[in-house]
C-alpha cells in the first residue's frame, strides 16, 4: 500500500503534530517509529482520514531492508528523528535508491551541511531532499531572501537570530541540542568556517521589541543564510541559556536578520509566529505537500527551494526595513 507521507518518529511532539496537519488537509498518512503501542495510540488520536485509518509502522532506522521497504511506500519521507546527524543518512540513502522525495526538521549544522552535500545525487537520482523544514532554520532563510530582494544584490556581512516559544521541551530536541553544542561558537568569517568556544561572541539583539542575549551557535540557519544571502561573514545566533530560561513561557516565536546592501544601506527584517513547535508542524506539512505537488531535484533547505512565502503562507508575519527605523515593507 503507497500512502502520500510516512511520517518518522510519528510518537514524538512534533511528529504527532505533523502527522494531524497532514490528516487535516487530506492526506493520507503512515505513522513510522520504534513503539507499536505508542503508534496506535497516535493513529486513534488523528482518527479515519478520506475514511481510511493511519497505517502503523513499526520500524527500526538502523534496519535497512526494513526501512529501505517503509520508505518505498510512501509518496514522500518526513523524517522528525533526530539528533540527525546520526539517523538521517541510513534514511537519505534509502530514500535516493528509491527515488522517493524526503523532508526532514533538522537545525545541527552538520547535518545539514551533510545533507545539502548530497545535491549531485539527488539531481541524478531525480528526486527532491529538503532538510530544516521548522522553525528556525526556514525563519531565518525566509528573512535573509526578503533582505537580498531588498538589497538587489548580494549581502555583506550577515547576523541572523531565532527566538522559538519553548510550550514544549521534549526529549528529541534536548538530545539534538546535546550532539550539536559540542561543535561550539560557529560562524563564517571571510567565507570560512571558524570555531571558537561556546558561548563566544555573545550579543544583545532586539526581537519582538525585547533585547535578548543572544550566542552564536552551530545551526542550520548559518549554512542556509549564507548560501541564499551570499554574504562571506555570517553569524546565526540563538538564546543564551539565561534568556531560554527567563522566557520559558513565551507564546511568540521571533526571528530576526540583520545586513549590508551593496549600497551600504544596513537592512534588518523580524518574523512573529506561534509557538515553536506548532509554527514547526504547519512548516513541515505546508512543505511536504508542496514538494509532493512537484518539485526541482536537488537537496535543498525549504525557502531556497520553495520561495520566501512558505513561511507567510503558514500564517507568520514579516516586516522589512530598508534602514534602521524606516520602514520599507509589511508582508503577511
Do not use: K
Not at 219 to 234: F, K, Q, S, Y
Amino acid at each position: 500500500m503507497t500512502v502520500d507521507v510516512v511520517v518518522l518518529g510519528a510518537t514524538g511532539a512534533a511528529g504527532g503534530l505533523i502527522a494531524a496537519r497532514l490528516a487535516e488537509r487530506g492526506a493520507s498518512v503512515a505513522l513510522a517509529g520504534r513503539d507499536p503501542g505508542r503508534l496506535a495510540t497516535v493513529a486513534a488520536r488523528l482518527g479515519p482520514v478520506a475514511g481510511a485509518e493511519p497505517a502503523i509502522v513499526p520500524l527500526d532506522l538502523t534496519a535497512p531492508a526494513d526501512l529501505t521497504s517503509a520508505v518505498a511506500s510512501a509518496g514522500l519521507v518526513l523524517n522528525t528523528v533526530g539528533p540527525f546527524a546520526r539517523f538521517a543518512p541510513p534514511v537519505v540513502d534509502a530514500c535516493l535508491r528509491t527515488g522517493t522525495p524526503y523532508v526532514d526538521l533538522a537545525n545541527e549544522l552538520p547535518a545539514v551541511m551533510a545533507l545539502l552535500d548530497r545535491h549531485e545525487e539527488a539531481v541524478e537520482a531525480g528526486t527532491t531532499l529538503v532538510t530544516g523544514a521548522g522553525f528556525g532554520l526556514a525563519a531565518t532563510e525566509a528573512l535573509v531572501l526578503r533582505l537580498r530582494e531588498q538589497a538587489a544584490g548580494p549581502l555583506g556581512s550577515l547576523r541572523v537570530a531565532a527566538a522559538p516559544a519553548v510550550a514544549r521541551d521534549t526529549a528529541g530536541t534536548r538530545a539534538t541540542v546535546a550532539a550539536t553544542l559540542p561543535e561550539g561558537a560557529t560562524t563564517y568569517a571571510a567565507g570560512r568556517l571558524v570555531r571558537a568556544p561556546l558561548g563566544s561572541g555573545a550579543a544583545s539583539l532586539t526581537l519582538g521589541g525585547v533585547q535578548r542575549s543572544m550566542i552564536p551557535l552551530p545551526v542550520g540557519d548559518l549554512e542556509a543564510a549564507r548560501r541564499v544571502g551570499g554574504a562571506d561573514d555570517v553569524t546565526a545566533y540563538g538564546p543564551a541559556p539565561a534568556d531560554r530560561a527567563s522566557r520559558a513561557a513565551a507564546d511568540v516565536s521571533y526571528a530576526y536578520a540583520e545586513a549590508t546592501a551593496p549600497d551600504g544601506r544596513v537592512l534588518t527584517a523580524e518574523l512573529s509566529a506561534g509557538e515553536g513547535v506548532a509554527v514547526t508542524a504547519d512548516l513541515a506539512a505546508e512543505t511536504a505537500l508542496r514538494v509532493l505537488a512537484g518539485a526541482a531535484p536537488g537537496a535543498w533547505t525549504p525557502c531556497a527551494l520553495l520561495g520566501a512565502g512558505l513561511v507567510e503562507a503558514v500564517g507568520c508575519t514579516v516586516t522589512v526595513t530598508g534602514a534602521p527605523g524606516r520602514h520599507a515593507e509589511v508582508s503577511r
